[in-house]
């Protein structure tokens, strides 16, 4: 999954609670704009930790695999990471430090931050987290030019995802509006 961690914010803070409302989509969506080093009072890692959207191609995949035991077509597949080398497992970035290749989502196709699962410092298991460096305002604009421009470029990129297997419908819907209402170039 493109722009994921081994673990992320989500898993340590929304998760628990997550009772499948948008308030929590939107808090998510936050914390890629707001990410923390600090994901938990017990310890704290050297960068933000990763605010990618694990959880919901996650969601999509569980569904994916209880349709295709049923008797459904099988979940969907994506190119693997472009590298720029494989001794060194170095990957390929777009223009804003997003891997390409993986499983797209519009966290990294209509990005707001950097999302990545590597380079993370500090204590205990941070180097499981990832991070996330939340796009300048600067950058911001260059890529959308306005509000209006993010929140189509962002619908467009979560569409894409439902059409390909890696979102459900349902988390596609809060992902649009979430979108629509964030304070992106707003």
Request: include cysteine; charged fraction near 15%; proline fraction near 6%.
């Amino acid at each position: 999954m493109a722009g994921t961690a081994h673990f992320d914010q989500y898993g340590l803070q929304q998760g628990a609670t997550d009772a499948g409302r948008r308030d929590t989509v939107e808090d998510w969506f936050a914390s890629m704009r707001n990410p923390t080093n600090q994901p938990s009072p017990n310890f704290t890692c050297g960068l933000p930790v990763n605010a990618g959207p694990q959880t919901f191609v996650l969601r999509a995949a569980i569904a994916s695999l209880n349709r295709w035991v049923a008797g459904g077509r099988p979940p969907a597949q994506a190119p693997r990471f472009e590298t720029v080398s494989i001794q060194a497992l170095q990957y390929a970035l777009d223009a804003n430090g997003n891997v390409l290749g993986g499983i797209r989502t519009p966290a990294v196709d209509a990005p707001v931050a950097r999302l990545s699962g590597l380079a993370q410092t500090g204590a205990s298991f941070c180097f499981l987290f990832g991070t996330t460096t939340p796009l300048t305002d600067e950058q911001l604009t260059a890529l959308y030019g306005t509000h209006g421009g993010f929140a189509r470029a962002w619908v467009h990129a979560t569409n894409d995802a439902v059409r390909a297997g890696f979102l459900r419908r349902e988390d596609a819907h809060d992902l649009r509006a979430v979108g629509a209402r964030s304070d992106v170039l707003a």
